[in-house]
């Protein structure tokens, strides 16, 4: 009897642990929406795992047992693949049809708000957030006009296209900030975010159009990651879906003599996904606490109803 063998080939780490972890999650093909309330999170470096637990868990720490994956794409992923999981990612990595954004209230008793663009403006979405580009110092020479033309309608274009939220009119740079004059050919490192990756890679690949003399590198690992290296000195720009924390400025000061300076590109709802099946509405920022905080009660969907 002749045995076939199928062959599967290009698929990254990132896919083959959802696919493994989405296997394990869903009983092996049991169908239904199991009532243990799966918690999907983020690997520790991860800008967004910081904004989390500072804003929603209230700088406790996340309970044991969570899923904790490496990159943005792969939490949505793994939550559309598992009908009892819960998530949180930015708003550029929401796939229709497959997972539910959940509209989120400040406290019980209150509107829940959904992660429109207009509640991530105006702030009534209670876990916005500004998506961040930092340098040592002033920016000079290529890397300051490629950041101003990240803040100007073409790079404002790409953010909202990525799926986020781009500055207001006001915001933005305008002129010759659009159309970066030619120079000598240099190579920017960029390094930091994986909520800001897609958008990143967005930015190289339509500047590399408009400007052929500048080569852009760009790598995720988290914020935590880029930040690290911005202290270093190894990289020229950092992504961060956070702050940098003082401690770190003070670092990136001692190590280097410069002070790390902020430019806000953008805006993300922090979006809390779960699967499209799930019947549940909305949720509260206690409720998402208890569910992923330590000493949090929170553990079956049935408690929510």
């Known amino acids: 009897m002749k045995k076939h063998i199928t062959r599967l080939r290009g698929i990254h780490l990132g896919a083959i642990a959802t696919l493994c972890a989405a296997f394990v999650l869903t009983g092996c093909g049991r169908s239904g929406v199991q009532d243990e309330i799966i918690r999907v999170s983020r690997q520790s470096s991860s800008g967004t795992y910081e904004f989390f637990r500072e804003h929603v868990l209230n700088k406790k720490d996340f309970k044991q047992g969570s899923r904790d994956m490496n990159g943005s794409k792969e939490v949505v992923e793994l939550v559309a693949s598992a009908p009892g999981a819960i998530g949180y990612s930015g708003m550029g990595y929401n796939e229709p049809g497959k997972v539910k954004m959940l509209p989120v209230s400040a406290k019980q008793g209150e509107p829940a708000v959904p992660p429109t663009v207009e509640n991530t403006l105006s702030k009534k979405y209670p876990i916005a957030r500004s998506l961040l580009l930092y340098t040592l110092g002033e920016p000079q020479g290529e890397v300051k006009k490629y950041i101003d033309w990240c803040l100007s309608d073409p790079g404002q274009k790409i953010v909202e296209a990525s799926g986020y939220v ?14 970066p004059a030619p120079g000598a050919k240099t190579t920017i490192q960029v390094k930091g975010s994986d909520t ?13 159009k408009i400007a052929p003399h500048v080569e852009i590198e760009v790598s995720g690992g988290g914020s935590g990651q880029g930040i690290a290296a911005l202290i270093k000195g190894s990289i020229d720009i950092c992504n961060a879906s956070r702050n940098m924390k003082p401690e770190e400025i003070e670092q990136a000061k001692k190590n280097t003599g410069k002070t790390p300076k902020e430019f806000v590109v953008g805006y993300d709802a922090l979006a809390i996904y779960v699967h499209k099946d799930n019947p549940i509405q909305s949720i509260t920022i206690d409720q998402l606490a208890s569910i992923f905080a ?11 109803k």
């Open 196 to 208: 800001m990756v897609n958008v990143a890679q967005a930015w190289a690949e339509a500047y590399k």
């Open 166 to 179: 781009p500055l207001p009119a006001n915001q933005r740079l305008s002129g010759s900030a659009a159309t």
């Open 294 to 304: 330590e000493g949090g009660s929170l553990t079956k969907w049935s408690q929510l």
